[in-house]
Structure formats: C-alpha cells, structure tokens
C-alpha cells in the first residue's frame, strides 16, 4: 500500500531540552493518510529489575523492592531498582548498575525479561526488564535526590500489594507480573 510507504515523521522540531529528557514537535503522517503533530517526550531508556534473595524456583522467594519518594507521585512509592540509560551503555550494564546504586547488592547472573513502551501515546521510552538472582551484599551509592529504603517481602506478598492499591508504579507491576510467571513458576 503506497499510503503505508509515507507513514511517519514528516518534520521535528525541539521544544524542550532537560536534564532526563527533551521534548520535540513532530510533524507525521499517519497510516490513514491524514497527516498531524505530536507531542513527543524522548527519553534515553532504562531499565528495571527483580532482585531475587533467594531461589526463583522456590515455594515463595523473597525479593527486594525499594521504598523510594517521589515527588511526582506526593509521597512514597514501593517500586523494583530502576534507572536510566546513560549514552552507550547497554541495557543489561544498566541494570547491574541501578541494582549495586540503590541496594547495594550485585548480582551474579541478570535474566532479560521483556522490553516494554512505558507510554507510547507520548514518549519513546522503553524500560529494559531483567530479574536478578545470586545477589551479594554491597554498599550502595545513591544520588542526592534518591530517598528510599530497602523492603524485604516474598513475591506473593508484592504480588498483593498489587492487588491491594499499596503498589502502584508500572515497572514494577510488570517486573513482578513476568518475574512470579517465568522464573518462580517455571
């Protein structure tokens, strides 16, 4: 179908340039013909993780979350280790870095889960998800404006706080969704 050969951006103009991300005006084409502009926030990536303390096969394994403030969220939200990409590095380096800046712990072996849009109606930002099993303990390094505390809890327990309303930040719903589905229950 010829329409589908002009499908795209057609132009892009830069509105907003920040620390975490930029903001561009693109001019596009859509499949349909019509033609449009969009808001589009651009950011570099990242990528989250399921810190597992003990054997993912287990009946019931402990994992780590993070109880971190957010001010986007006017409070403290229970979230996986995240973060983002810097330029040139690779997903899986990320992720073994988030999880040593934030917990303290390494880990022996990182398993990629998923790559996912957070919101692709406005931004390109796709969060690289891994589970990570065989941790030491370590120091953390955290950055000025990271508060949080570590929280223990079996995976059955995240998986409520889900259901109850106690979580509520995406990644990390769909970081425990894929870790509890294929690796705790084979």
């Known amino acids: 179908m010829k329409e589908r050969d002009s499908v ?7 509105v907003y340039s920040g620390k975490i991300i930029s903001v561009d005006v693109d001019t596009v084409r859509f499949p349909n013909g019509a033609s449009g502009d969009l808001e589009m926030v651009r950011h570099p990536g990242a990528s989250a993780v399921v ?3 003990d054997d993912p096969q287990s ?6 979350l ?3 403030y957010r001010y986007a969220a006017e409070g403290f ?9 810097d330029e040139g590095e690779k997903p899986i380096e990320c992720a073994a870095r988030e999880l040593r800046e934030e917990t303290g712990y390494s880990a022996k072996k990182l398993i990629p889960l998923t790559t996912f849009y957070t919101t692709p109606g ?12 065989g941790l030491s303990e370590g120091n953390s390094e955290l950055e ?3 508060i949080l505390d570590l929280v223990q809890v079996p995976i059955s327990k995240a998986l409520q706080m889900i259901q109850t309303g106690e979580l509520v930040d995406g990644k990390s719903m769909v970081g425990l969704f894929f870790a509890s ?4 229950r084979g």
Do not use: C, N, W, Y
Request: aromatic share 8%.
């Open 51 to 53: 810190p597992f303390l």
């Open 8 to 14: 795209g951006k057609m132009s892009s103009r830069r």
């Open 59 to 64: 009946q019931d394994p402990r994992i780590i």
């Open 77 to 85: 939200v229970h979230e996986i280790p995240a973060g983002r990409l």
């Open 181 to 184: 589905r294929f690796l705790s």
């Open 144 to 146: 000025s404006d990271e």
């Open 66 to 68: 993070i109880r971190q």
């Open 122 to 133: 406005f931004t390109d930002e796709r969060i690289h998800l891994f589970a990570a099993i």
